[in-house]
């Protein structure tokens, strides 16, 4: 069992910046992958980013390539999602996810293979 939370959401500016927080606890031999996903209201679910926490291979949606990059604390049990260059459209519910998948491009894009998720941080830009 892994149990996660998120933090660090808020309202900025278009072109500004936030940094999300997901603190895991638990049994973390459970997950070799961190995700991060973004679900807008009446849209479906999207992966954003995904981290490799064994190797730190990290993977990005063609929408925020460039803008986002995902890092991880292990000392903190901690992965981050830096965001910079925020775009009205990057407003969302940002949830981290964790599990132990074996497919580099699902990680990254696929809700279903996560089996832990956190409660999710609301996101707002403002144009």
């Known amino acids: 069992q892994l149990q996660l939370v998120e933090s660090g959401g808020g309202s900025v500016q278009a072109g500004g910046s936030l940094r999300l927080s997901c603190v895991y606890s638990?049994?973390?031999?459970?997950?070799?992958?961190v995700g991060w996903f973004r679900q807008a209201p009446g849209k479906e679910r999207e992966g954003v980013a995904a981290?490799?926490?064994?190797?730190?291979?990290?993977g990005y949606a063609g929408s925020v390539g460039g803008r986002f990059f995902v890092s991880q604390d292990k000392s903190k049990n901690t992965v981050y999602l830096h965001m910079s260059s925020l775009k009205p459209e990057d407003t969302a519910m940002y949830y981290c996810?964790?599990?132990?998948?074996?497919?580099?491009?699902?990680?990254?894009?696929?809700?279903?293979?996560?089996?832990?998720w956190g409660q999710g941080t609301q996101v707002t830009v403002s144009s």
């Open positions: 996810a964790a599990g132990r998948v074996s497919s580099y491009y699902d990680a990254r894009t696929n809700p279903r293979v996560y089996d832990y």
């Open positions: 638990g049994d973390t031999h459970a997950r070799n992958f």
């Open positions: 981290i490799q926490t064994e190797v730190g291979w990290t």
